[in-house]
């Protein structure tokens, strides 16, 4: 079921990229319809870690009156939640709902083949280079200076820009609890993992990671301005 959900897409995508004229525009306008959808889970999410912010320095004051009562802390964790109507996974979840959908756009950007044949989709073109090529085979081909090279080179400058956003935003946010100092020093440089990745990926993920990367920043940067917190 799984392999004809991902083949279901794939043929949308393409069917998208007729009236486009375009495949790699037909990823963005596909992106952009699937974030559009999943909103929803977004919003859940916001307003969940908005409430977990809420609950930020009552957490604290637990956490240092009973710090060194494990049982006794969870009580008065769980009936603080539960008193302030507020789930304590609330801005994990919807988070969650969203991944069976993502890991399946994903999967059609890095798959070679779908149902047994070849994925046309990767077949396309954007500047000279096809979709389903990598930086290493366009530099093989073309060598380190040429034109589509420049094509990976303009999608890594622009992931590395989305990314130092999302990194900068995550230095702001607060980060409480055991281990903080070590999240607060990986979490920022957790949004660059994209560029690497997209350095090994076919150039299709790669325009995906950027676009939903993208609209990822811009929900956060409008959904957390009241009270940004981390999930």
Request: aromatic fraction near 8%; hydrophobic fraction near 55%; include cysteine.
């Amino acid at each position: 079921m799984f392999d004809s959900v991902i083949g279901f897409t794939a043929d949308l995508i393409d069917l998208l990229a007729q009236p486009l004229g375009s495949a790699a525009l037909a990823i963005v306008v596909f992106t952009v319809c699937v974030r559009v959808l999943l909103l929803p889970f977004g919003v859940m999410q916001a307003r969940g870690a908005r409430a977990q912010a809420a609950l930020a320095p009552r957490l604290a004051e637990l956490r240092k009156r009973h710090g060194k009562d494990p049982a006794r802390l969870y009580r008065e964790t769980n009936a603080l939640y539960t008193a302030e109507g507020v789930s304590p996974f609330g801005g994990f979840l919807p988070a969650l709902a969203q991944l069976p959908v993502l890991m399946v756009v994903y999967r059609v950007f890095v798959s070679s083949t779908i149902a047994g044949h070849a994925n046309a989709l990767l077949t396309h073109g954007l500047f000279g280079v096809q979709l389903g090529q990598h930086l290493a085979g366009t530099v093989a081909g073309f060598g380190l200076v040429s034109g589509p090279t420049l094509v990976f080179a303009c999608l890594f400058l622009l992931l590395a820009a989305v990314a130092a956003l999302t990194s900068r935003r995550m230095r702001l946010t607060p980060v409480e609890g055991p281990g903080s100092g070590m999240l607060r020093r990986v979490m920022p440089l957790l949004p660059f993992m994209t560029v690497l990745a997209a350095a090994v990926l076919p150039l299709a993920a790669g325009i995906y990671l950027l676009v939903t990367t993208a609209w990822t920043a811009a929900e956060r940067a409008v959904l957390y301005r009241a009270a940004p917190a981390a999930v």
